[in-house]
């Protein structure tokens, strides 16, 4: 179920809910306001040929803190970015983070693929920065770069995130935290077998 702002503010008081710091003028009806930090990271189109998320890649990316000027996003270039909020949910919320419509009619994507936040987690979220627009776009830190939508799950999470059971890479990050995904990469060995034959052309009939 997804919270209202009455429920939002209710969460919040009862501790399900915690962003630090917190304005509650950021509530919207459905959703709550956060914020771009300062910190960004950049990737090294040099360091390696591929990007490969199998292997661990040192210095794939660098950090960058943008400190009293904004920081210039070029259209189609891609930056990690956080929200200045840190964030916590209880073990029986979880929260998904939408872009702002005045941002994406502007050709700025706030994240990739990973708007999902699990019950239990606790840190700046990483924001997947993309310019798709024909030209630069100003980043001020500060400025409101999307919004949290929170679900009540079922009944609590047996292992919320966290966990030791979980091993979650990115609980307490600080700042635009880089890909770990060498630490946890599964490859299922795929059957050729088990793959279907080709439908048969014409000419396979005619032999």
């Known amino acids: 179920m997804l919270l209202s702002d009455r429920d939002i503010r209710r969460g919040i008081e009862a501790g399900r809910i915690d962003l630090d710091p917190l304005d509650l003028d950021l509530i919207q009806p459905a959703s709550i306001d956060v914020r771009l930090d300062r910190y960004f990271r950049l990737f090294d189109n040099h360091r390696y040929p591929v990007i490969d998320p199998a292997q661990e890649q040192p210095g794939l990316t660098r950090e960058v803190v943008a400190t009293g000027e904004p920081f210039v996003l070029h259209p189609g270039e891609f930056v990690l ?5 840190r964030v916590t949910l209880g073990d029986d919320i979880a929260a998904r983070l939408e872009g702002k419509s005045s941002l994406g009619r502007l050709g ?6 990973a708007g999902f936040i699990d019950p239990g987690f606790s840190g700046h979220v990483t924001l997947e920065l993309s310019n798709t ?3 630069p776009i100003l980043l001020h830190p500060g400025m ?3 919004q949290l939508c ?3 799950l079922s ?14 890479h990115y609980q307490g990050q600080r700042g635009p935290t880089p ?16 793959l279907e034959a080709p439908p048969p052309t014409e000419q ?4």
């Open 133 to 135: 627009a024909t030209m």
């Open 155 to 168: 009944s609590p999470a047996e292992h919320p995130y966290g966990s030791a059971q979980l091993g979650s």
């Open 179 to 194: 890909s770990r995904s060498y630490l946890r990469f599964e490859l299922t060995v795929l059957d050729e077998d088990e």
């Open 144 to 146: 409101k770069i999307g």
């Open 81 to 85: 970015g956080s929200t200045y909020e």
């Open 204 to 207: 396979d009939r005619a032999k």
């Open 108 to 113: 700025l994507l706030t994240h990739s693929t």
């Open 150 to 152: 929170f679900f009540d």
